[in-house]
């Protein structure tokens, strides 16, 4: 528990509460009453590995922020505070304090902004973290998160709209804001807010409004939906800001105010609308996650062409599957698909702790997207060893339902029923309310034409060789490559059309990728898109061809380097594009861009800049 000083001021005291039963989302305040009464009052919290239960009467009551955005000066006490108490690096805040301006001289106006973990009622960090290192505790409401189970996947920075999850790239782990519960236990409020200077900050049971307050809004301009995950923050903000507010970090958001009043977010051209190539940024920290897409939907593709092909009969798969290079084309599928789970594993902060990355199936699609391709590749390994010669293996464990027939088919479809359930599970992934440019059922016609046009050029890429030199039909085989190829690069241009479409009305951060798309990767946005139509018309132009020569061949090859330069651009674009619905930061702290300049200059070298590599 915290040690109560002997002359706390009276400020730093929790309030009796006085408020409603229920919230403003209308749950029920009493966590208790919740659950239905499945869990009991009165539980020990075994904070910092320490038995006891506090003496605060309200501790199984849901407790909120409250922040009046009119007395905050940006002193940024409140992070101090919250960063010594919690033994924080330079490079990690819990608490961050940014700012909104807008107006013009005389009447210029500042906003300024104080955000930690909100513990919403709809915890999307808990339900996205595969490790089930989150928990939504029925004592304050708190969600705790142990930086000792995490693995650093940071699936929740993704997922959670507030920028309150930290992940540290040093420890390659996971932290946040723990509500100062052993504060709480004892009556305290969090340290962040007994740090105030302002008034600014206040603490207590949710919707109880502080003295001297009279708003309880559940949002200010700079903040991002709170249908997302229903936060527990309320704010005060009598003062009229300007109708369009700025941020003074690098993000090219700004905030405009509809009919409403509530301030959306849209495009700020802070940057101009020069296109350029930017081809050295399109490498990031997400590379591992480039590969493993697409070497495992490379993969998937390819093995569904090979396999199912020829259960349906397809007499030039057949020909193929009963060649000596059936046997290297699955071990290619499975071993694109182990180099995918490998880049997966290495994406980790701590990869050698990859097998809690199954602990939370009942919510995370993080979960089911790696034990979806962990069985397709296992399923997929047996298939191959079922396809060796005299099938040694499997007859000599199943007797005569060991036979090749029987064995084969069964791992095969099976490989085919988890792949689908991983592609699928590596979309939803990607459908997040807090990243708009990703959600967008786009991401999955990418996925999935992603897998066509490699999968088709890796079957034509071994299967014409092989069939022209045991004297059976190449052109065929090609021709079905070439149809993969076009029903994939078809379904990736419908899908950038309809979504360069929905970005450019959003009005949102979604909006904002897709102006950074057509400026600073414009050209090379502008390539892959011209790519991605020259494969489709040559993988069209192909299919007439009449016979397997020199100018087919050579004009194939031509055709797969352009397949894989695409992908390559498209999936980089994919990841460096993406702006989260963040909070606001300030000049320096919390700004992407003078994080960039810190990386440049090296600045990044001095541990109290609070810039780090991105490495881990």
Not at 339 to 368: D, E, I, Q
Not at 507 to 519: D, F, L, M, R
Request: net charge neutral; charged share 15%; glycine share 10%.
């Amino acid at each position: 528990m915290w040690k109560v000083r002997d002359d706390e001021p009276s400020y730093a005291f929790l309030k009796e509460p006085t408020g409603p039963e229920v919230n403003y989302y209308e749950a029920p305040i009493d966590l208790i009453a919740r659950t239905g009464g499945a869990l009991p009052a009165g539980r020990e919290m075994f904070i910092n590995e320490e038995p006891g239960v506090g003496n605060n009467p309200n501790r199984n009551k849901q407790h909120a922020f409250h922040f009046t955005a009119d007395n905050c000066i940006g002193c940024h006490a409140c992070e101090a505070a919250c960063s010594e108490k919690n033994d924080n690096p330079a490079h990690i805040s819990f608490r961050s304090v940014g700012y909104v301006e807008g107006g013009t001289y005389p009447d210029f106006k500042r906003m300024n902004i104080s955000m930690a973990c909100n513990h919403c009622d709809d915890p999307v960090c808990l339900k996205g973290c595969p490790t089930r290192a989150y928990t939504k505790h029925v004592e304050y409401g708190a969600v705790l998160q142990d930086p000792e189970t995490c693995f650093g996947c940071g699936y929740c920075t993704w997922v959670c709209p507030y920028n309150a999850p930290q992940l540290d790239p040093i420890k390659g782990q996971v932290s946040k804001c723990n509500m100062c519960v052993d504060r709480l236990e004892v009556n305290l409020k969090p340290a962040c807010v007994s740090a105030c200077l302002g008034n600014a900050l206040n603490f207590g049971v949710v919707d109880d409004l502080p003295e001297n307050r009279e708003q309880g809004k559940t949002s200010i301009p700079g903040f991002p939906d709170p249908e997302i995950t229903h936060p527990n923050i309320r704010f005060q903000q009598i003062k009229n800001m300007p109708d369009e507010v700025t941020r003074p970090d690098g993000m090219e958001v700004k905030y405009h105010k509809g009919d409403d009043g509530q301030y959306r977010p849209v495009v700020d051209q802070k940057k101009g609308v020069e296109k350029k190539w930017s081809l050295a940024k399109l490498s990031s920290r997400e590379n591992p996650l480039v590969i493993f897409t697409l070497v495992s939907q490379t993969s998937l593709g390819a093995f569904l062409l090979s396999f199912l092909g020829a259960q349906l009969g397809i007499e030039s798969i057949i020909a193929l599957r009963d060649s000596v290079m059936y046997i290297p084309l699955m071990a290619v599928t499975v071993g694109l698909a182990g180099l995918g789970m490998l880049m997966s594993a290495t994406h980790l902060g701590k990869p050698w702790r990859f097998y809690r990355g199954f602990n939370n199936l009942r919510h995370s699609p993080v979960c089911r997207e790696g034990l979806g391709m962990l069985l397709y590749m296992v399923f997929a390994g047996l298939h191959l060893l079922a396809m060796l010669p005299e099938n040694r293996v499997f007859t000599a464990l199943l007797g005569e339902w060991g036979s090749f027939p029987v064995v084969a088919a069964t791992t095969g479809y099976l490989a085919l029923i988890a792949g689908a359930v991983g592609l699928y599970y590596m979309y939803r992934c990607y459908r997040i309310p807090a990243r708009p440019f990703w959600n967008h059922w786009q991401t999955g016609s990418a996925f999935l034409g992603t897998a066509l046009t490699l999968g088709g050029a890796v079957l034509g890429v071994i299967g014409v060789p092989t069939l022209m030199l045991i004297g059976g039909d190449g052109l065929a085989i090609l021709k079905l490559s070439l149809v993969s190829i076009v029903i994939g690069s078809a379904l990736e241009g419908v899908g950038l059309w309809r979504h360069g479409l929905a970005m450019s009305k959003a009005n949102n951060e979604g909006s904002v990728s897709h102006y950074i798309q057509c400026t600073l990767f414009g050209k090379s946005y502008m390539l892959r898109n011209l790519l991605t139509l020259a494969n489709l018309l040559l993988a069209v132009a192909l299919l007439s061809s009449a016979e397997l020569g020199v100018e087919t061949l050579m004009a194939s090859a031509l055709l797969c380097g352009s397949i894989m330069t695409t992908a390559l651009i498209g999936r980089c674009l994919f990841y460096v594009l993406v702006v989260p619905t963040t909070m606001p930061g300030a000049f320096f702290w919390k700004n992407k861009d003078f994080e960039e300049h810190a990386r440049d200059i090296g600045l990044a070298n001095m541990p109290q800049v609070g810039v780090v590599a991105h490495t881990h």
